[in-house]
């Protein structure tokens, strides 16, 4: 399966960022500073709300 980058939306702040779905290390809301995904070895853990795919 191929990887693939995602909408996501801070559930804190609201803001809609693209973020890549198998990602190696954390991933903060470039507002707030959330934690938005967390590396698992395969696709992350997004702990944002996906808003879709990015193509």
């Not at 996501?8 to 803001?15: A, Q």
């Not at 959330?34 to 808003?51: F, H, M, N, W």
């Amino acid at each position: 399966m191929v990887s693939q980058f995602v909408k996501v939306k801070c559930e804190k702040c609201k803001n809609e960022q693209v973020i890549f779905e198998k990602a190696a290390s954390q991933v903060h809301c470039l507002v707030c500073n959330e934690v938005l995904a967390i590396p698992t070895g395969g696709k992350s853990d997004i702990k944002a709300k996906i808003l879709g795919g990015v193509k």
